[in-house]
């Protein structure tokens, strides 16, 4: 296993929160910490509307943006919606197929496959997001579940352009209840064997398999003290900049790469 080659990654969803002004400000005070912990790469996800203002602030700086979704055509009469080529050149990373817009906005796995196929057209990096409900893992379907949602997302990709897949257990998501360093892990286990099978062995030994579900700076390091684990989707904590500083240093500490 080459865990010690996969640098870690923290990525901060802000989902529905900040206004423009208040994104310009909470990245700018987060610029400064950030910059200088070395060993861990750094992406926040803003609203849409922010990214552009988001991306000026960063300019120069180490800290990568990301957007929170996309659809999956180019262009034409798709209402609201934003394509892969409106974000090519302004971000770097986009979540797809997080388990609000699955449950919120009916996301299916064919359309999360598309999404994905559609971002990788274009360059962009899909943070794809799996997970069971909590009835799911109470009746020990977290398995079956999570492998189905990457048969579904990898149906007909063979190149994966620096994909990230997040494991949110939906349970713990924004709700405080984590889940244990174990348990993930070997979820993220079964993760890395499934891309494995469906890509190939050395796209998942160098993929980036991130845990996401109520992180904190308080407890960051039980997930990042698994082998498996390289990184955080972090959302509510993403938000506050102490905590996210916290998240981002603790796993420098623990897991940094050192060039
Ligand atoms: C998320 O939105 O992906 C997430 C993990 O949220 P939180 O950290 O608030 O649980």
Not at 15 to 43: C, F, H, S, Y
Not at 90 to 105: D, T
Not at 149 to 162: D, M, P, R, T
């Amino acid at each position: 296993m080459q865990t010690n080659t996969r640098m870690p990654f923290i990525a901060g969803n802000w989902k529905m929160n900040t206004t423009i002004n208040e994104a310009k400000k909470l990245v700018a005070d987060l610029r400064p910490a950030l910059d200088k912990i070395a060993g861990v790469e750094k992406a926040v996800c803003p609203p849409f509307i922010s990214l552009s203002g988001v991306k000026e602030i960063l300019e120069g700086s180490t800290i990568k943006t990301g957007a929170q979704n996309l659809y999956f055509e180019e262009k034409g009469a798709y209402t609201g919606e934003i394509s892969p080529l409106m974000l090519s050149g302004l971000c770097e990373y986009v979540i797809i197929g997080h388990s609000e817009r699955r449950q919120y906005f009916k996301e299916t796995g064919d359309i999360v496959n598309k999404k994905i196929k559609a971002a990788l057209r274009v360059g962009l990096k899909p943070i794809l997001c799996v997970g069971e409900k909590l009835e799911e893992n109470e009746a020990g379907k977290t398995a079956q579940v999570v492998v189905n949602q990457l048969n579904e997302a990898f149906a007909g990709i063979k190149e994966v352009n620096g994909l990230v897949i997040a494991y949110e257990p939906i349970w713990a998501i924004g709700t405080g209840r984590a889940a244990t360093g174990k348990q993930s892990n070997e979820t993220i286990g079964l993760i890395r064997k499934t891309v494995t099978s469906l890509v190939d062995k050395d796209t998942a030994n160098h993929m980036r398999i991130l845990y996401g579900g109520s992180v904190t700076a308080e407890n960051i390091a039980e997930f990042i003290n698994q082998p498996e684990i390289d990184g955080g989707l972090v959302g509510g904590a993403s938000l506050k900049i102490d905590q996210f500083i916290g998240i981002v240093q603790r796993t420098s500490e623990i897991k940094g790469i050192r060039q």
